[in-house]
């Protein structure tokens, strides 16, 4: 197992490492193009039904993947390629007939979804939106190819295709740039990023083609009638996490929705969250996908005791790292978005509001990855309907807390950093039902011991923040990005250094051991 964990680790993180790299440059070209602005703004308005679909269903961490790693996992190269394919084909003739309703109603669904935008925004937005809609029958086969890909062990293919997309954009961008220079027209900026982002869908569609086939899993059978059983696992697994991830979804369009009062919100929003989706992408496929075979094996195998003794590790793993992040966000918010963003329309006035939404962003960061490990362990051993409740359960508390951060505390100018910090408080309760419930599939944690380690690895980041904090306000005040950058880089050092001393004195860095036991 050890082996098999540090192979498929290294695929693991070194693709996703890629992809998030030439996803922050993407962010970086994006922030220098169109800043905080109106065009950016409405791309993000556009991009919310056909992300859904993108990311939900078509994302390397989407329930499609999921669902087929567990049926696909015990079945042979030539079965598992005729139910991959039977089930792609009567999928993709579903999503084209719902991004036919979505194109011609695109109009009426920005205005759903920003209601408080202006006329020009609303109109920039439906257009991109238009342009978009083919993105939603491509990304069925494309979830589907993660799950099958991944079933069979091979992940770095899979890890490395979404930054596509992110290459395909900075390509656009230069090209728009280049063709200004030279006095010419390449694209309109309101159309270049989604005409950009279906381009680079199109390719991904293709290259998982090919990976598909290159292992022999697509498969075409005449007989549509054969493996129904198999199809209808996939269906049943399928259905409750999308409705569960949809009913996350939907949080997502309460969020815009109260953000659409805030001229540039969806824009500083986009730009923060990436800053914090980044690393924590990197940790979540290096983390989770990797267990969940392991689990779905050990749940087979009724082997619940050591199933619990590797997601009690994998629990301690995530808050030591994602703790370890919190901390980093807030000592270094400034720096960081200064260096990742500042150049070209991204301004002064564009880095104090996505800084303020990054320390917003960083007080959730642990329960975001929590929440995703249990959710995740409740879908390898076939448990998903609590899930699906408590993502019901959440669209209600988000309205709710969003109405009290934004609305009813008004007085105290929480604006966008209030709806951060409704669903932070959302994942919290939500982790904390998981948890205990987790007995009841066979599953028992030790919480105690847990929350103890918890919290002395909090007692850490406080240290290392105020140790770290305190040496940079005596540093000298720099202008070049790359002094910025190596000053970035000696306090990023310093800190882990800090943090690994001090959690190792506390006996609280169990990383050698996760490894190890794995």
Known sequence: MNSYFKNNVFSISFGTGLSKLVGFTREAFIAAAFGIGITYDAFNYAYIIPGFFLIIIGGINGSFHNAVVAVLTPINNKDSGVVLTQVSIKLTLILILLGLIIFFNASFLINLIGPNLSNDAKSIATFQLKILTPCIPLSGFIGLSFGALNSRNKFLISSISPAIISATIIFFILLSWISNKNNTFFLPSSSLLASATLVGTFIQFFIQIWAINNIGLLRFNSNFDSFIKEEKRILNLILPACISSGLGQINVYVDMFFASSFQGAASGLAYGNFLIQAPLG?????????????????????????????????????????????????????????????????????VNEVRKILIAYSVGIPFYLYRDLLVRTYYSIEKTKLPFKLSLLGILLNIFFDWILIRVLAPYNLEIEGIILSSAAVNFIICFVLSINLKNHNLRLPFSLLLVKILLISLSAVITSYICFSISQTMPQLNTFIEKLLVLIIESLTFFIIYFLITKSLKVNRFKLYQKRI
């Open 282 to 350: 990197i940790l979540s496929n290096s983390l989770i996908l990797p267990l969940l075979t392991k689990f779905s094996k050990l749940k087979a195998d009724k082997k619940y005791i050591k199933l619990g003794k590797n997601l009690t590790i994998g629990i301690e793993y995530c808050f030591l790292t994602t703790i370890f992040l919190t901390a980093f966000f807030i000592t270094f918010n400034n720096q960081i978005v200064q260096l990742a963003f500042q150049r070209g329309a991204f301004d002064f006035k564009a």
